[in-house]
């Protein structure tokens, strides 16, 4: 493989050429090789690429692919691994390894099944010669090309005679040709000509355009050329010569200096190709004049020649069938047939002509082989209809009786109904009719009145005797039988022709498919009902709901989608069992439909969910919504009768949701979506009631995902977050630390606090990204502070959500973000809400355990608001509790915001810990606390939160004030 030594890999596009034709042979998406220096250690390795942007540097990754079983590995190549590769090592002529050739793919199993033989026949191909030299650095002068003396010299020049070629050198400036004796002769030029235009004066206008264009694109692109052009003379006796060359290029400025090269006579090679091509169209020409399947084989059996016919009746193309044996491809239903037949046929020298069945083709072919010299010439005729017509007939004459199928053949006599006379019946038609054979052969279908009904039969009549104007057609019909029982009939009518195509005779064939259509009504009930409480599903409701809405825009009718949800169904399910809460959704269901029409729907579409869709309630809306109204009471009412489950006396309460739809409507699912909305606004007002609609409500749910989407486009921009800090004082009005407020930059909105994105971000899970940036800046701003004398012993306070403190690394983010930064970890506190012991009480407390272990500070935030239990408060680490701001707001004017804010600081120091109040705005606020021992304050009467750089001059200044002269501390 290249190694990373001096000089660097050069890519080749000769070796870019023999990449694709790897990838092509191996069926891959890509290929890459690589060429070792050599014995020029001053030369660098050579590399090549096909299929997949690729840089040199990447070549390394590729070297263990070639091992077996390397492409578990799965290296990336654009963005992608790869899954499959086929490797060959690349020899030179004495078998020494020189590089190595290797084909990718994306895909597993996408190489072809013999790309490993084929890939090594490439690489041994190469070795022998076929991959290009290295480009010398330096190029001899156009006089001592063509005439150098030495044993190599001579022996290229005799080369070049021997494949009569003669050599040639253009030299750039000053524009210049130098040919040999040897390209002389070829050119049968008696004086060379020493410039391009002389030359190509010798040959016709297209072809010194082309050669023209090479020299060209050799000179300014470094192209090299290969042309084949013929020299101007009569077609009869023209002559071909091909022009191959090379630019050497000036190893100082870069540009082309000469282009080396060598013209060679191949007009025999172009007489060959040339015949072959017309023997080939001749031959093409007559195998494609047979029409029928025609293929030949060699000696062993294996395609050599398939023909268009061939590939449609084989099923593939000839590019697959080619060198494969054709018994892989026809194996027949007799065994060895087609191996014995072909096998004798060239033994004995004779024609073979067999039939089998080919189960693989599902047909039967007839197989005439010819012998000759090569192999044999096989015609394959597809004989299935006739073998089918023989069965056919067999069948009707051995099995027609027993048949389970009713058969009725009917004559017409003449061109009246009453001409039609039944003239034969089977076992099948009397068992499903009644009648026998000697009660209606030579009986008109009028007999058959009872049995399939008088407007079917004169149908039936019609079409026999007049098929042209009144066609039969398939049909499935209800036949009774004599004694009242009734089956479903697929009924099937075929006229017999005779001569002058006139109609003799018509064959009824009629099967039973009663249970059919007795499966098809259940499958039908199955897909459009609700198993538990056989009411119409959610798909049934959308085709229902799709037609109403469609009726609405036509007859201009309101109408009312009615989404029900039963209230604290979980509960039930939890104490009682699911049984009982599936027969409670059964009793339910009952009641629905018992409350609408009969022209309603009343419809089930998943857990404890119910749909009522109520239409024709009016062209005026506000009728309308009055009679959804008093079918919603009605409902509500009903449901608030108790339930007898199985002998237990259970009570219930819906919450229900109203959409009113008319012809403006938006659709089927804006329709359920605006439901569901006003379902869930009857949860939120307290259930048991009914909600219409609210379009105000709908646009605040379509903000609020826009800003969720702004969200998470934010995060990925990664610039549009910010942190103000709030300062926290002591008694004294000393700054003991600050704590970190989130706020949002939006583009468009500007600053955004985090009351507004907090929630949605809670909701969405981006509150996780949201809450490890806050930490990794706090423990930033710590490390800063670190370092100045005034802030060195400020504290950071961060706020954590329940979310990320229940994540599974929430404690080792935290001490990453302490231990990367190097901060002391007592002035970070973590701030965390009463929301965190609602449940999992155990694992917050060991969490909390590590972190106060490891020197955290542990603050519970808003204190009062939630559930709590004391008796886990007094088992929590905590270093402080923080009284709401919804406390100390009224905690002049509300007696009892008063007694809680003084019952929190006394419980916090029985406790030994500290207190915080939070949304201190007045002195008198400010006063009130601090009688009563609380020992921190943070509000507007202090310091509102502000930018980093306000924040700092902010405590800059209180330092300067405290230690200037004089300076007393206030409490």
Not at 357 to 365: D, N, T
């Amino acid at each position: 493989m290249p190694a990373d030594a001096s000089p660097p890999p050069i890519r080749d596009a000769a070796l870019d050429d023999i990449a694709q034709l790897a990838a092509e042979l191996t069926g891959l998406e890509a290929a890459a090789l690589w060429l070792a220096s050599g014995a020029d250690a001053d030369a660098p390795p050579r590399w090549g690429a096909f299929g997949v942007p690729i840089q040199a540097s990447q070549l390394p990754a590729l070297a263990p692919l070639a091992q077996p079983g390397a492409a578990a590995a799965a290296p990336l190549l654009d963005q992608r691994p790869v899954r499959q590769s086929v490797a060959a090592p690349l020899r030179d002529a004495s078998g020494a390894a020189v590089g190595q050739l290797i084909a990718l793919g994306f895909e597993a199993d996408a190489a072809r099944a013999d790309a490993p033989q084929r890939l090594e026949r490439l690489a041994r191909a190469l070795g022998a010669g076929a991959l290009p030299a290295q480009q010398a650095t330096t190029t001899a002068s156009p006089a001592d090309a063509p005439h150098a003396a030495g044993p190599l010299q001579a022996r290229l020049h005799g080369t070049l005679r021997a494949l009569q070629m003669g050599s040639w050198v253009y030299a750039a400036e000053p524009r210049h040709l130098d040919l040999s004796s040897d390209a002389a002769q070829i050119l049968g030029i008696d004086e060379p000509p020493a410039q391009l235009d002389a030359l190509l004066q010798r040959f016709a206008p297209d072809a010194a355009r082309s050669l023209r264009h090479a020299f060209v694109a050799c000179l300014r692109d470094g192209r090299p050329i290969d042309v084949e052009v013929p020299l101007d003379g009569a077609e009869a006796t023209r002559r071909w010569l091909r022009f191959i060359g090379e630019a050497a290029i000036d190893a100082c400025g870069g540009a082309t200096r000469e282009i080396h090269g060598a013209v060679q006579d191949v007009t025999t090679r172009k007489q060959a190709q040339e015949e072959t091509v017309r023997l080939a169209m001749r031959l093409t020409t007559t195998l494609a004049s047979i029409t029928e399947a025609f293929v030949a084989l060699d000696r062993a059996g294996q395609f050599m020649y398939v023909n268009r016919a061939s590939e449609q009746l084989l099923g593939s193309d000839t590019g697959t069938l080619l060198g494969q044996p054709i018994h892989r491809w026809l194996a027949g239903q007799s065994e060895g047939l087609l191996r014995q037949e072909l096998e004798g046929a060239l033994a004995q020298n004779r024609r073979a002509v067999f039939e089998d069945f080919y189960p693989a083709l599902g047909k039967w072919l007839e197989l005439r082989a010819h012998p000759y010299a090569e192999g044999l010439a096989v015609y394959l005729h597809d004989v299935t209809a006739r073998r089918h017509t023989q069965e056919q007939l067999m069948l009707l004459q051995t099995g027609i009786a027993r048949l389970n199928d009713v058969v009725l053949i009917v004559e017409v006599l003449d061109q009246q109904p009453a001409g039609a006379l039944i003239a034969f019946v089977n076992d099948a038609f009397e068992r499903l009719t009644g009648f026998t054979r000697g009660e209606v052969i030579g009986r008109d279908l009028a007999l058959l009145e009872h049995g399939v009904g008088t407007a079917l039969l004169d149908e039936l009549a019609r079409g026999l005797v007049h098929p042209i104007g009144a066609p039969l057609r398939r049909r499935e019909m209800l036949l009774r039988h004599r004694d009242g029982a009734s089956h479903w009939i697929d009924l099937d009518v075929v006229p017999v022709r005779g001569k002058h195509e006139r109609i003799t005779h018509w064959v009824a064939v009629g099967r039973d498919v009663t249970q059919r259509k007795q499966a098809d009504a259940k499958i039908h009930h199955l897909a459009f009902y609700d198993a538990l409480t056989d009411l119409p599903n959610r798909q049934l409701l959308i085709e229902r709901l799709q037609s109403a809405l469609t009726v609405s825009e036509q007859s201009r009718q309101e109408g009312a989608l009615m989404f029900i949800d039963l209230d604290n169904f979980k509960v039930l399910n939890d104490t009682l069992g699911h049984s009982r809460g599936d027969l409670l959704l059964r009793r339910i269901a009952e009641r629905l439909t018992g409350c609408v029409r009969r022209t309603d729907t009343v419809a089930r579409i998943g857990g404890d969910e119910f749909v009522v869709l109520l239409q024709d309630l009016g062209r005026e809306r506000r009728g309308a919504v009055d009679k959804a109204l008093t079918v919603a009471s009605k409902v509500l009412a009903r449901m608030r009768e108790p339930f007898d489950l199985d002998g237990y006396q259970h009570y219930s309460t819906v919450s229900i949701g109203v959409a009113q739809f008319s012809a403006a409507h938006e659709g089927v699912s804006e329709l359920l979506k605006q439901a569901d909305m006003a379902m869930y606004q009857a949860k939120n007002l307290g259930r048991n009631t009914v909600a219409f609609f609210d379009p105000a409500l709908q646009a605040a749910l379509s903000a609020s995902a826009a800003l969720g989407a702004d969200l998470r486009a934010a995060l990925q921009a990664g610039d549009q977050f910010l942190l103000y800090y709030q300062p926290q004082f002591d008694r004294a009005r000393r700054v003991v630390g600050v704590e970190a407020l989130l706020r949002w930059k939006h583009p468009v909105r500007g600053l955004i606090g985090p009351n507004e994105f907090i929630p949605i971000a809670e909701d969405t899970g981006l509150i996780l990204p949201l809450d490890h940036w806050v930490m990794q800046q706090a423990c930033q701003r710590l490390a800063a502070w670190a370092g100045r004398p005034d802030t060195r012993e400020l504290g950071i306070a961060v706020n954590v959500s329940a979310r990320w403190f229940r994540h599974p690394e929430f404690v080792d983010q935290v001490m990453a973000a302490i231990v990367a930064q190097g901060v002391s970890p007592r002035l970070l506190k973590l701030e965390l809400t009463e929301s965190l012991l609602a449940d999992r009480a155990e694992i917050t407390l060991a969490k909390m355990d590590t972190l106060k272990r490891a020197g955290v500070t542990l603050a519970l935030d808003d204190f009062g608001t939630g559930y709590s239990s004391l008796a886990y408060l007094k088992r929590l680490p905590l270093d402080q509790l923080k009284i709401d701001k919804g406390f100390v707001d009224d905690v002049l004017t509300d007696p009892s915001d008063a007694a809680i804010s003084s019952a929190i600081i006394d419980l916090a120091h029985s406790l030994k810990l500290s207190v915080i109040a939070e949304g201190v705005e007045t002195e008198a606020q400010y006063r009130f606390l601090a009688d009563r021992g609380c020992e921190l304050f943070q509000g507007f009467l202090l310091a509102r939160p502000a930018p980093l750089d306000e924040v700092e001059r902010f405590i800059e200044r209180q330092a300067a004030d405290a230690n200037r002269p004089g300076a007393a501390a206030s409490g």
